[in-house]
């Protein structure tokens, strides 16, 4: 498969990603959409999920990416490699969240993972980060009670922001007693958290669970 080049950082706000993305037809994506979801918000060219598929076959999983070549190589590699549990999607999070959730399956999405995105780093391009409140706000409609969101960063004030933004909805409820995760729960690491820590440098992660409403 020839190399896909893009750029590194894609700007959410500019007009050529403001058409948000048509609600999916399920069925038709998955041959069982009543499994449960696993989503993965900025999936970049999709190899974890790629694994995550292999391992857990009794979920389905989607990758949404704003880098449209990348979309197309990994659901490429989807096909060869005959995986239906899995599908990605080109699309910007920000404004296609809330369509592509209000027609899944009740209670399906039960995971989501947010890892690594791009940081951003000047404040007046804060408004381009991906976890805005309102993202965090869609997930807290449509994610299923006891369902997680699992947050990973190796830049600091970037796990420190996602984490107040989640931590801020009353709908979710951090887990565990340390600030951050020491070790990744899920049992694939991405290519950037691998390459973070054979460097020596410290990955900042942190868990979410979606409380019940009488909580």
Not at 78 to 87: K, P, Q, S, Y
Not at 148 to 168: G, K, N, P, T
Request: glycine content about 4%; overall charge neutral.
């Amino acid at each position: 498969m020839a190399v896909v080049r893009v750029r590194q950082h894609v700007n959410p706000l500019a007009k050529k990603y403001q058409t948000p993305a048509n609600a999916l037809e399920w069925e038709k994506v998955y041959p069982q959409p009543n499994q449960p979801l696993h989503l993965d918000i900025g999936c970049a060219k999709g190899r974890f999920l790629v694994q995550m598929a292999q391992i857990e076959t009794n979920w389905n999983f989607l990758g949404l990416e704003i880098r449209e070549p990348l979309v197309v190589e990994a659901n490429q590699l989807r096909c060869e490699l005959g995986l239906t549990n899995l599908h990605y999607l080109f699309c910007n999070v920000n404004n296609s969240l809330k369509s592509l959730l209000t027609s899944l399956p009740t209670g399906t999405l039960q995971r989501v993972t947010i890892q690594f995105p791009d940081p951003w780093f000047k404040n007046r391009h804060a408004k381009r980060r991906v976890v805005q409140p309102e993202l965090v706000a869609e997930l807290a409609d449509y994610l299923a009670v006891g369902g997680i969101v699992f947050l990973q960063s190796d830049i600091e004030f970037v796990a420190v922001e996602m984490r107040s933004r989640f931590a801020e909805n009353s709908d979710f409820e951090q887990l565990g007693t340390e600030d951050w995760l020491t070790q990744n729960p899920l049992p694939v690491a991405t290519e950037r958290e691998i390459g973070t820590q054979n460097k020596g440098e410290p990955v900042y992660r942190a868990i979410f669970v979606k409380k019940s409403s009488a909580a």
